[in-house]
């Protein structure tokens, strides 16, 4: 069975620009998580959804960031405008269920300039 | 609320020596505990986990944990370090129904 699937792998922009990153979920699972890292801050829970509803969004830094998840087989991150403080690897995981079983994908690492 | 504590950052063994990373929990109601490891450019993946029952775990790799209720501590061994164990460690904490919290991280390195 395919894993988390992310994309893409990596992107690189310019201040300002908007940027959308997308993950497919594993198949069957109903919890959606958006995960932040970088090396000053380690790893971030930015939101999770339940069931494509958003469950809690308060780790999403600010208004430039927004998630969607309009069906269970599909969620994107974006970041509209970007800056430079936002570069880091965005990591989506998903679980069936709230057990603390995450599987991640691979991660999008991300370069604003 | 629920919080984990990792000691060290990095930690360096020799190839073929013991692995000890610590990692001690907060936390009012029973705990779930979990470690999970990066490799360089990848996302994480669980190593181990407990939740109930027996508190010696063993997971992948020959990596196992022993969950010390009286010391809040799940600290993560391997008697014999080999150099594709170089990878960051995560200890996390849950309880049923809640999010996940993970800890910052060690990077465990190994000398040849």
């Known amino acids: 069975d395919a894993g988390v699937i992310q994309s893409p792998r990596h992107e690189v922009t310019e201040m300002g620009q908007e940027v959308t990153l997308r993950c497919k979920p594993i198949?069957?699972?109903?919890?959606l998580f958006w995960y932040r890292q970088t090396m000053m801050r380690g790893l971030e829970l930015l939101i999770y959804?339940?069931?494509?509803?958003?469950?809690?969004d308060s780790g999403m830094p600010e208004d430039r960031f927004s998630a969607k998840m309009p069906n269970a087989s599909f969620s994107t991150l974006k970041i509209q405008p970007s800056e430079p403080r936002d570069s880091a690897v965005y990591f989506c995981a998903s679980s069936f269920g709230l057990t603390g079983e995450l599987f991640f994908g691979e991660g999008s690492r991300l370069t604003v300039l | 609320a629920q919080s984990v504590t990792q000691l060290g950052s990095h930690v360096s063994v020799s190839e073929g020596a013991l692995v000890l990373l610590r990692c001690n929990y907060s936390?009012?109601?029973?705990?779930?505990l979990f470690w999970y490891v990066q490799y360089p450019n990848q996302g994480l993946q669980l190593l181990l986990k407990y939740t109930t029952g027996a508190t010696l775990v063993k997971g992948i790799n020959g990596f196992e944990a022993e969950f010390k209720k009286s010391e809040t501590s799940f600290h993560l061994t391997k008697p014999s370090a080999h150099m594709s164990d170089a990878a960051e460690y995560f200890c996390a904490v849950t309880r049923r129904g809640d999010k996940i919290i993970f800890g910052k991280g060690t990077r465990l390195h190994i000398l040849p």
């Open positions: 936390s009012s109601v029973p705990p779930y």
């Open positions: 198949s069957g699972h109903d919890y």
């Open positions: 959804f339940n069931n494509n509803v958003p469950i809690d």
